[in-house]
């Protein structure tokens, strides 16, 4: 069986998919399959690279410029090579495409899409699931019909703000109390999130997302701790144990969690068994509010009180050996390279129960 191994893409996570699909390209079973990594530029070219046996030399070999042969650089210096194709072209018998892109057109329903017409199996979340999760409006929305807690939002769109400024702050400002987390609602790792304490604040906040999407959520600011929770399967929901981010400031942006990697992870979370059953348990609820199906992360916030509110769904969270994710597994009892065979394993389950049908 072949896997395709597809990373890259348009989004501002585009290096992050480059790490993530490193690591996870590391612990393929190469015993039992043949592995194709296709490269998608930040200008959203497909590379197809050259056919793996084995893992590649370091990350940055995955990184492909355009050229008539495929070749991956073996040293630091070199260049990797790629050989241009089109996206349908990864259609192929035993096949399962392994789509490891984070953020807009990789993690929000739209190349799930595509996999759909070409009738592939792949991992992680479907269509409706990838779109909703990606959506922080959208899944807001969901979570209330579970009734799931969150903390208060304001949810606008970009012509909004254009035509009534004022009216945006009137209502955010009516609303919710200082300080506030503006968000784009189609990112993920902090891209394009800011933290606002006054009202100039909040215009340079807004202006920042809005770089990045139309919608924007305007979040309650609360003094509370970030624990995560890791979900696995298809209808047959499985929970990991529930990690913390452990804070030394107050906020955490995207240079914070990828540039300078000042980020603690506490596996498992100091928290009593009676929290972390109830986030485990509105993790799986969460889960199956956006019909998900392979793997998520849901992100929690935990006051001093124990109230829990769920912030947010990752449906493609980020996957190198140092990610929460996969860590919480390997402490569930899962190492990384069975995380990946699971997954694989996921979704040939569900494109062979689709087929069944």
């Known amino acids: ?38 490269f998608i530029t930040k200008e959203g070219t497909w590379l197809k690279g050259e056919p793996l046996t084995g893992p590649v030399a370091f990350a940055d070999a995955l990184k492909l410029e355009e050229a008539p042969e495929a070749h991956f650089a073996t040293k630091e210096g070199e260049q990797s090579t790629g050989v241009m194709i089109n996206p349908c ?3 192929d018998e035993d096949t ?3 789509p490891i892109l984070h953020g807009p057109n990789g993690e929000d329903g739209t190349i799930q899409g595509m996999f759909e017409i070409l009738d592939m199996p792949y991992v992680g979340c479907g269509v409706l699931a990838s779109a909703a999760g990606m959506d922080k409006i959208a899944s807001k929305q969901l979570f209330q019909q579970v009734g799931l807690p969150q903390v208060p939002y304001v949810p606008f769109i970009k012509t909004e703000w254009n035509e009534d400024p004022e009216a945006i702050y ?6 919710l109390l200082y300080p506030v987390f503006v968000k784009p609602a189609n990112m993920g790792s902090s891209v394009g999130i800011s933290k606002a304490d006054n009202r ?100 929690f916030f935990l006051t001093e ?8 769904v990752n449906t493609m969270p980020g996957f190198t050996e140092f990610s929460m994710y996969p860590l919480l597994w390997a402490e569930t009892g899962i190492n990384y390279k069975n995380l990946v065979e699971e997954l694989i394993q996921l979704a040939l389950k569900r494109y062979n129960e689709k087929h069944e049908r």
């Open 1 to 38: 069986m072949k896997i395709v191994v597809v990373y890259g893409g348009k989004s501002a996570e585009h290096d992050i998919s480059i790490l993530t699909a490193f690591s996870i390209i590391k612990e393929i079973y190469f015993e039992y399959y043949d592995v194709q990594p296709v």
């Open 89 to 91: 072209s990864i259609k």
């Open 200 to 299: 100039d604040e909040l215009m340079a906040a807004i202006e920042e997302a809005l770089k990045y999407d139309r919608r924007i959520v305007v979040e309650q600011g609360i003094d509370a701790r970030e624990i995560e929770c890791g979900v696995l399967g298809n209808d047959d929901v499985n929970t990991s144990v529930v990690g913390e981010v452990v804070k030394e400031v107050g906020f955490y942006d995207y240079n914070e969690k990828y540039v300078n990697n000042t980020v603690t992870l506490q596996i498992p979370a100091e928290i009593p068994e009676e929290v972390s059953h109830k986030v485990r348990e509105y993790a799986a609820t969460a889960f199956k509010a956006i019909d998900g199906a392979g793997l998520t992360r849901c992100d």
């Open 96 to 98: 399962v495409v392994f």
């Open 170 to 175: 009137n209502r955010i400002e009516g609303t």
């Open 305 to 312: 009180s124990n109230e829990i509110y769920i912030n947010e």
